[in-house]
């Protein structure tokens, strides 16, 4: 059983246990100390504020939320014990007053995770008079919850991320232009691809091993480089990196393109020689609102836009633009 449907079912057990009107008619009608003596023969923890959120009464289940006593508990303020549950009674005030019948919340406290029910009493005006609270302890499901959602983000991460670098992996890449294909109002958008150039000889010369290295450092630098922009970055495959960026004029891509580029050169990584240094090259490809994408491989576009910026030599940039 998952939380959602586990709290549906403890709401229905407390609305089943004190949603009846003459329960709450009983209850009003009550003075302060048999309202204490009958509240203490609930299953559940259970306390009823006036609007100042002051105890009028509570059982010593709910006392023991907070290792208390009931008795020291009435008459107290509700902020006085906790502000995370006072806040919630104050948003459950406004929506008496905007006439909901219920209110409902999850808190946490002393290691363990509630399920807060409120309930109001209205006087014949139908104005709040009092407020119930009722809890269940939900702390099973909800860590149960966590080790789930625990799981799914290491199941996401084993999926789309790439663990040389860290980086969102080509599996993440097509899914997030399989997205942006889908979008009806498309920005303009512009894709980088960063080849290393000669990295195969690279890792032949230098061991797979320092390869990696090499990957990891120049991912984080790269990312560091976009930080404060727009752009997004994938690990597309062993030697290259695509960096997505929306709404920029192609003057401003191409400059992003070089300062990328001549960030990978400044790092200095010897690559065979002492004066040879590991270097990228970028193909560019731009994908315009009013492109028609069907069919459309956008990996496959900056395959060729690599393709010709190596053509031109080592460290270089192309542009590819449809015919």
Known sequence: MNLRLFMETEYIKIKQAIDDIDVIDFLKQSDKLYLVSFISQFPLPIAIFDRNARFLGVNQKFSDIYESDALYLFDKLLNTFSSVVHAQFEEALHAFDQHQDYAEQVFYVKGKFYLSYFKPMRDQSNNVEMIMLVCSDVTRLKRRENVLLFNNKKMHDHLYLDFVTGLQNK????????ELFQKKNRENC??????????KRFNQLHSYTNGDEVLSQLGAILSETIAHTEA??????????????????????????????????????????????LTASIGIYHLNQSDNIINLDVVQRLDEAVRRAKVQGKNELYVLKDQ
């Open 190 to 199: 512009s894709f980088l691809k960063i080849d290393l150039d000669d990295f």
């Open 232 to 277: 997004k970055i994938f690990r597309l495959n062993s030697a290259s990196f695509v960096v997505v960026i929306t709404d920029l004029t192609d003057w401003a891509v191409i400059t992003l393109a070089e300062r990328l580029k001549f960030t990978i050169a400044d790092q200095q990584i010897i690559f065979g020689k002492a004066d040879e240094f």
């Open 171 to 178: 599996m993440a890449f097509d899914h997030y232009v399989s």
